[in-house]
């Protein structure tokens, strides 16, 4: 079973901090995709890496994909108070329709 | 707009009464999929369909229909609503690798 860990599970900062999330797994995927959540609404798709080592910049956020494809980070400096929501990563399982997701970091960041 | 809609956006039923929980694209997408979400147990997907006519299970598919008559509508159906259906319930398509998510209906089963 492809599983996606994410730490921590809550996260609440100061504005202007910075901080990193995470997502491991065991298993190696072929990708994987980095969602944000706010509440009342549906995960919207912010990144999705596909090379070992990958890195990929959106603006104060970086994400990054492991070399072995097991595990990315998703890293955002000088976090904003519209940073708050749950960040979810998810990966494709055996094929591109069937999608896993992890639990997801719940981040608060307070002004 | 590009979007998913979803109704209804909140449901409180009983349980047996059976419900259609509707999700429509107007993207032209062929993927479609329906997840539910519960606190400690993330996103989980229900089912998914690849294209008019081809359904698939997901992870909990446990309860619940699907029909893709046509390729921008995908009903989510509960014969018999219990009290562990009661959960949010997204409905997603998409186009290669990018999933738009509709924004939820929040269903509560007595």
């Known amino acids: 079973t492809q599983l996606l860990e994410q730490s921590p599970q809550f996260l609440s900062i100061q504005e202007g901090e910075n901080l990193t999330v995470y997502c491991n797994s065991s298993?190696?995927?072929?990708?994987l995709q980095w969602y944000r959540q706010e509440p009342g609404e549906g995960p919207v798709l912010l990144v999705t890496?596909?090379?070992?080592?990958e890195v990929k910049k959106l603006k104060r956020l970086t994400f990054q994909f492991g070399d072995a494809r097991k595990d990315s980070s998703l890293h955002i400096t000088a976090a904003q108070p519209g940073d708050t929501g749950l960040y979810l990563c998810?990966?494709?399982?055996?094929?591109?329709?069937?999608?896993?997701f992890g639990k997801g970091t719940l981040l608060t960041v307070n002004p | 707009e590009a979007q998913v809609t979803q109704n209804p956006r909140y449901l409180i039923t009983v349980t047996g009464k059976k419900l259609t929980v509707t999700c429509s694209q107007n993207m032209n997408h062929e993927y479609m999929s329906w997840y539910r979400q519960d606190p400690g147990l993330g996103l989980r997907q229900i089912y998914y369909s690849m294209n008019v006519e081809v359904t698939d299970k997901g992870d909990v598919p446990e309860g619940y229909k699907v029909s893709r008559k046509e390729k921008r509508n995908f009903p989510l159906i509960l014969e018999s609503p219990s009290p562990n259906q009661t959960s949010l319930y997204f409905c997603?398509?998409?186009?290669?690798?990018?999933?738009?998510f509709g924004p939820g209906t929040r269903l509560t089963v007595l």
């Open positions: 298993s190696v995927f072929s990708s």
């Open positions: 997603a398509s998409s186009s290669g690798d990018t999933q738009y």
């Open positions: 998810a990966g494709p399982r055996g094929s591109n329709y069937k999608l896993t």
């Open positions: 890496v596909v090379t070992g080592g």
